[in-house]
């Protein structure tokens, strides 16, 4: 399975961006499908998930200004960021997981997409 992130790039303190990811190659069926992000020298760290069954976490600093959506379908999912503060700088890593009958989930990770917010 192959994830492609796009829509990163730089933008200034106030504004917004929404992040996507692709999934293709041999997918069975995606489970939960999420974005974690990795500042500069800090470790990865969990921006929001959703599960295929709809439940979604976000983490507390990106609650009220993050939104996570997915296309079962289409095996992709977004994340629309508003308000963005120098913080969120990082880069993002979308994360899938996908299952099929008879063997156990397999996480995927895209190459990361950065995200810069300053003035």
């Known amino acids: 399975v192959h994830l492609e992130e796009s829509g990163g790039g730089l933008v200034q303190p106030g504004g917004s961006l929404r992040l996507s990811c692709a999934a293709s190659g041999r997918i069975h069926s995606m489970d939960t499908m999420a974005w974690y992000r990795q500042a500069p020298g800090k470790g990865r760290e969990l921006a929001a998930e959703l599960t295929r069954g709809g439940v979604i976490t976000y983490a507390d600093a990106v609650k009220g200004r993050f939104t996570i959506s997915r296309d079962n379908a289409a095996n992709t999912v977004r994340l629309q960021m508003n308000s963005l503060k120098p913080p969120d700088t990082a880069v993002y890593y979308c994360?899938?997981?996908?299952?099929?009958?008879?063997?156990?989930?397999?996480?995927?990770w895209g190459r990361g997409t950065q995200v810069t917010v300053s003035p």
């Open positions: 994360y899938a997981e996908e299952s099929a009958p008879g063997r156990p989930r397999v996480g995927n």
